[in-house]
Every structure is written in C-alpha cells, then in structure tokens.
C-alpha cells in the first residue's frame, strides 16, 4: 500500500498494560506503511525496544514542576521547529500537556479514557476518543473544538498457545482466562468468585498490580488457589488467552477493552460486563456474553453456556470475526488516523 510520508511525533507516559500494547501496535503500522516517527515516553518501559527500530525515542518522566520538565517542553518545541512534525499525537490527558503550540502540525491527543477535565487539551486541534462516548463526554465538558472517534485494532499475530502442562492445568479443564492491571474497578475479584463456582475450571490471569495480594487471598479464602494462575505481566499475553476456552473482561469501569478485541481475534469466545467500551461494540448472543456490572451469577451462567455448549461458543466467535471486520481492522483505523492527520473530515 502507497501512502504519502508523514512526519508524526508522539508523547507518551504510559506505564503497563492493554494500552501500551495499542501504542506499539499503532507505531508499527505506521511504520510499516512508510511513515517517519519519533516518541518521547518515559524511561524503562517494558515496550521500550519495540519501538526503537521505529524512530528516535528520548526518554523522560515529565515532572511538570521540575528542571527536567521545564527542559523536557523546551526540547519538544525546538524539535516540532527543527523537524517540523505533520502531527504531534499525545497519549493521555498527561502527555498532551506537553503539545506545543505549533501551529503547522495537527495536535491531537488520543483519550482511552474519560477526562475529568480539559486543562491539558488547551494546545489541542481535536480530540480522539476510542469510543463515541469519550467524545460526548467532552463536549459536555465544554470542549469547543473538533471531536473524534478512531478505535482500535487487534494485531495480526500468529499466537502459539501454551501447553496447559506447562502451567499445571489438566488438559480436560475448562480454562478461563483474563488479563490487565490487577486493581479494582477490572473486576477480577469477580473471576475468583466465579470459578469456585464452576466444576473443573482453571482461570488463567494475565498481569499484576496493587490488588495481586488481596486477590491471592480471595483465591485462597474461597478455596480455588490450587485452580487459579497468576502469570504476572508477560511478554505475550496472546499465547495464553489462545490456549484457554473462553475470556472474561469483568470490568466495573471498561472506556473500550482492548484485550476483549485480542480475544476475539484469537478466535476466544468473549464474556463482558456491559460497561461503557463492550456496550458499544458488543452484541449479547450475537458476538459476546454480556452481564450486568458486578452480576456474578451472570458472568457464571454465560461461561457455563459457552463450556457447555460448542454451537453457542462458535456462534459468538463468527460474531466477533464479522464485527471485527466491519470496524476493527488495521488499514481501516490506520487510515483515519492518515485521514485525520490530513485534516480530513469524518463522521465519527
């Protein structure tokens, strides 16, 4: 595929998680179609080396009140007139305090999540949300300007699932799996909860956090820790959400659910709450299980049905290959990410 060159600098502090993975996926496939980058993100990230090979990366915590930060926004402004950036995409509220006003480029940060505020956004051309919720949410807010919505898409990989052997797992059990940052409002203290319910279930959990300690004595209190793994943050969450019968994303708060996406790519039949991401893009019966929040009950009978019912599993896995091609493929949201950046209009 052809596209013209663009030049596109993106700030980013992010830690861990289902969001960074995006970011790396989203820089390799402008990378891949021929475009020039270049990232500030902080220092020591996990992802750091995959995005490397991609750009020049200068690394910093971006304390605002300090000598650091203060050099931090004066290197960003010479290289937005050194290098003259098409577009400078902020990740998070945080990072897009950092855009310089830069008249030239196309400013724009891109929100996972809903703002409490739109102090940061005041350098900003557009704001892209990954969900049209985000979007509105903003423009409640006051915001005056453009809003988007541009999602986000699973990556082509080829998994190699593990073996369940090598995780102390049967190959007979029904393994559910779930992956992400172990704290509260990602409900997988509803997982525990439900797999103690389930004869001959295992539950895989990808990840860590500061719930981990509170969540192994959850597994322990309820007498299923010999049936519940927890793995930590690995390099490929993909190997094991592919070895397992059926993903959960039990989140009491959710602004998309990327790793719901991955799963559905993997051909994994999808459990979710019905929080603001998956009631989006998620039909219940048709491409998805949906439960209410914190509906524990629920969330047990929809992967009862998909252990005990083979069609029924095949049936959400269709639905999701078919939503994953009408709306979450890569040249559709790289292309308007290309559009936007042109200063293109869309409807959102």
């Known amino acids: 595929m052809s596209d013209k060159k663009r030049k596109i600098l993106h700030l980013h502090f992010g830690k861990e998680g289902g969001a960074e993975r995006f970011f790396v996926n989203l820089a390799k496939a402008f990378h891949a179609r021929g475009q ?21 990366v200068t690394m910093n915590n971006y304390r605002r009140l300090s000598l650091s930060g203060f050099l931090l926004d004066y290197k960003v402004r010479k290289m937005a007139r050194d290098w003259q950036p098409d577009a400078i995409m902020a990740w998070m509220p945080r990072a897009a305090r950092l855009i310089p006003n830069y008249d030239p480029a196309m400013k724009f940060v891109r929100l996972g999540d809903f703002p409490v505020h739109l102090d940061h956004f005041k350098n900003c051309d557009v704001l892209v ?43 007979d059990a029904f393994v559910v799996s779930s992956s992400g940052r172990f704290v509260h409002r990602k409900g997988f203290d509803l997982l525990i909860r439900a ?89 219940h019966n048709e491409n998805g299980y949906m439960t209410d929040i914190d509906d524990l009950d629920d969330i047990v009978r929809g992967l009862e049905k998909i252990r005990t019912n083979p069609t029924y599993a095949q049936t959400l896995v269709k639905g999701a290959q078919a939503k994953i091609a009408q709306t979450f493929t890569k040249d559709q949201i790289v292309s308007q990410y290309f559009d936007l950046i042109d200063g293109k209009t869309r409807t959102s």
């Open 129 to 171: 949300g990954n969900i049209p919720g985000i979007g509105q949410h903003c423009l409640e807010l006051g915001w005056p300007k453009a809003v988007e919505t541009i999602s986000n898409f699973p990556r082509e990989f080829d998994p190699k699932p593990v073996t369940r052997a090598s995780l102390n797992t049967p190959d």
């Open 195 to 283: 797999i103690d319910r389930i004869p001959n279930a295992y539950l895989w959990l990808v990840g860590d956090g500061k719930e981990r300690e509170n969540l192994e004595k959850l597994a322990r209190d309820s007498g299923v820790m010999d049936r519940t793994r927890f793995l930590g943050w690995v390099d490929e969450p993909a190997h094991y959400v592919a070895s397992s019968d059926a993903f959960v994303m039990a989140s009491r708060h959710e602004p998309l659910g990327n790793v719901a996406i991955e799963a559905w790519a993997l051909d994994i039949p999808v459990v979710s709450t019905r929080s603001e991401g998956p009631s989006w893009y998620m039909t």
């Open 36 to 56: 020039d980058q270049r990232f500030v993100i902080r220092p020591g990230r996990t992802w750091e080396q995959a995005i490397r090979p991609l750009g020049d």
